[in-house]
């Protein structure tokens, strides 16, 4: 009996010895399936992506720019501008108009000179904005078809050698339009002050005018009565029943500046 139990319990042990090292076998295998992860970095084929660099085509809609020439009608007019025109004598000219009795026949009398200063001012972007200067006519240079009666007009009525010039000076302008551009035609009036010799008083001119970038031309007229100026026709055999009416009229051309 003592011999049976020694022999029992060395042999315990090396059964357990047996299954120690037989749980521990099959653990060493997991490293051995590690090694083969490293298929991960084969996915660097994703800098063959690389070709989305590619999508510089996109500056190529930079077309857009070549839509600028759609902002050329700007360039047709001076819209942002304010320009000034300087009349030119050399193509204007002021008159005056009347009907009389020559030698007992109707006549139309008209007397004109291009003697004629001033400016306009011209504000493209805002037309309302726009500015006439005063305008000065040389009376002394006031001529129609009769030699007599220029002396008379001269001497007697205008009394050019004292009062050498007629003067105009623009206080408001009515009826321009929001917007303009060159080539349209316009039509407005000129509200101001009329100095013949030494007495002033309102008149309107009627104005139609064309401007463009270089030059602006036009027409204005209004009506005056010679009384209200106290101009007094001398009495001449020849002559009778001058109109009181007197049309004054101011055909223009102003250059730019």
């Given at each position: 009996?003592?011999?049976?139990?020694?022999?029992?319990?060395?042999?315990?042990?090396?059964?357990?010895?047996?299954?120690?090292t037989?749980?521990?076998?099959?653990?060493?295998?997991?490293?051995?399936?590690a090694?083969?992860q490293?298929s991960?970095?084969?996915?660097?084929p994703?800098?063959?992506e690389?070709?989305?660099?590619?999508?510089?085509?996109?500056?190529?809609?930079?077309p857009?720019?070549?839509?600028a020439?759609?902002?050329t009608?700007?360039?047709?007019?001076?819209?942002?501008q304010?320009?000034?025109?300087?009349?030119?004598p050399?193509?204007?000219?002021?008159s005056?108009?009347?009907?009389e009795?020559?030698m007992?026949a109707?006549t139309?009398?008209?007397?004109?000179?291009p003697k004629?200063?001033g400016?306009?001012?011209?504000?493209?972007?805002?037309?309302?904005?726009?500015?006439?200067?005063?305008?000065?006519?040389?009376?002394?240079?006031?001529?129609?078809?009769?030699?007599l009666r220029?002396?008379?007009?001269?001497?007697?009525?205008?009394?050019?050698?004292?009062?050498?010039?007629?003067?105009?000076e623009?206080?408001t302008?009515?009826?321009?339009?929001?917007?303009?551009?060159?080539?349209?035609?316009?039509s407005?009036?000129?509200?101001g002050n009329?100095?013949?010799?030494?007495?002033?008083?309102?008149?309107?001119?009627?104005?139609?005018?064309?401007?463009?970038?270089?030059?602006?031309?036009?027409?204005?007229?209004?009506?005056?009565?010679?009384g209200?100026?106290?101009?007094?026709?001398?009495?001449v055999?020849?002559v009778?029943?001058?109109?009181?009416?007197v049309?004054?009229?101011?055909?223009?051309?102003?250059?730019?500046?």
């Amino acid at each position: 009996m003592r011999s049976t139990r020694s022999v029992t319990i060395p042999a315990l042990f090396v059964v357990v010895s047996l299954l120690a090292t037989a749980c521990a076998a099959p653990a060493a295998p997991a490293p051995t399936t590690a090694p083969t992860q490293p298929s991960a970095p084969t996915q660097t084929p994703a800098p063959t992506e690389a070709p989305t660099p590619t999508q510089p085509p996109a500056p190529a809609e930079t077309p857009a720019p070549t839509e600028a020439p759609a902002a050329t009608p700007t360039a047709q007019a001076p819209t942002a501008q304010v320009v000034v025109y300087q009349i030119n004598p050399g193509r204007s000219e002021a008159s005056f108009t009347l009907n009389e009795e020559l030698m007992g026949a109707p006549t139309t009398v008209v007397g004109v000179t291009p003697k004629v200063t001033g400016s306009i001012t011209v504000d493209w972007a805002n037309p309302a904005n726009s500015k006439i200067s005063k305008l000065e006519i040389d009376a002394t240079d006031f001529k129609t078809d009769n030699q007599l009666r220029n002396g008379a007009i001269h001497r007697f009525i205008l009394q050019t050698s004292q009062y050498p010039t007629i003067e105009f000076e623009p206080m408001t302008i009515e009826g321009l339009p929001p917007s303009v551009k060159p080539g349209d035609a316009l039509s407005f009036k000129v509200m101001g002050n009329l100095k013949i010799r030494d007495i002033t008083n309102p008149v309107t001119f009627n104005v139609t005018a064309n401007a463009n970038e270089d030059e602006i031309s036009g027409e204005a007229t209004t009506v005056v009565k010679r009384g209200d100026f106290q101009l007094s026709i001398p009495p001449v055999p020849s002559v009778a029943n001058v109109t009181e009416e007197v049309t004054l009229t101011l055909k223009f051309v102003a250059t730019r500046q």
